[in-house]
């Protein structure tokens, strides 16, 4: 589904404060892979996966991009303004002016002005994310990503020098909790690559299923089909696992939080 999406600019004086708060809940990294998970589960065909990235600059303003599930770029990226009008909130991209008024703890599109598609449209933003709306009446459930940090090691398959270690170390890899992906090993570091994927999983009603904080495991040669995994609590800070050949930790970030 092709993207229009507007992004914030924060003047230098002080904004109004239901501006201050859409610019607050815009910043950070959504993704549809529960949802396009789950149509698939239920036979249905699934949503084309979509990362898309709104941070937020030195200056104030934002920049969106839309991204794998690595974290790297995959189109230009865009910036745009965000301004209060009476009761409703305007985010503007080029000629195109979204206006959004707040209903409970989210902001629901309420109109357009000037010369705006129709396609991937922000239909409502929320603390726990985003609803793109298309032509077609479909909906896109792009939930809002916490960021984790890990690290892995990997042990070598290549012959190892006297006194050096068998195992790889990598500290401070950057995934998110909405299918974020990172990857250790390989190249010239004489071990297998391993990568790391995480979900925050919820499953839907009937289903009894206890929501679960997921780190899957994947081999460069099968990226789609875990080879193990585990889970824990969605509340929890951290969680690992040991494989004998690669072993990961994972920490949730909070606001304050540095590093693993």
């Known amino acids: 589904m092709r993207m229009i999406l507007a992004t914030a600019v924060m003047g230098s004086m002080a904004a109004p404060a239901i501006a201050h708060d859409f ?3 815009l910043a950070g990294t959504y993704t549809n892979t ?8 239920a036979g249905e065909e699934p949503d084309r996966w979509l990362g898309v990235s709104i941070a937020r600059n030195d200056d104030g303003s934002f920049t969106l991009q839309r991204v794998d599930a690595f974290g790297e770029g995959q189109a230009e990226p865009h910036g745009g303004s965000v301004d209060n009008r009476g009761e409703l909130t305007a985010l503007t991209i080029d000629d195109c002016a979204r206006l959004f008024a707040a209903e409970g703890e989210d902001f629901v599109l309420q109109s357009s002005e000037g010369e705006c598609g129709d396609q991937g449209v922000i239909s409502r933003l929320g603390p726990n994310g985003m609803t793109l709306s298309g032509p077609d009446d479909r909906h896109l459930d792009m939930r809002r990503a916490r960021p984790v940090s ?3 090691s990997v042990r070598k398959t290549d012959p190892v020098p006297e006194g050096e270690s068998e195992w790889t170390f990598d500290n401070g890899l950057m995934m998110h909790d909405q299918g974020g992906r990172i990857r250790a090993g390989g190249g ?3 071990a297998p690559v391993a990568i790391a994927r995480m979900r925050n999983v919820v499953w839907p009603a009937p289903s009894r299923n206890r929501p679960s904080l997921v780190l899957y495991i994947h081999t460069e040669d099968d990226p789609d089909r875990a080879v193990s995994y585990s889970w824990a609590d969605p509340s929890a800070d951290r969680i690992g696992i040991n494989l004998r050949w690669m072993q990961a930790s994972c920490t949730v970030q909070s606001e304050e939080d540095g590093g693993s």
Do not use: R
């Open 34 to 41: 529960e949802q396009s998970y789950f149509q698939g589960e």
């Open 188 to 190: 010239e570091s004489g």
């Open 23 to 25: 610019a607050d809940l």
């Open 150 to 152: 890990c690290w892995i």
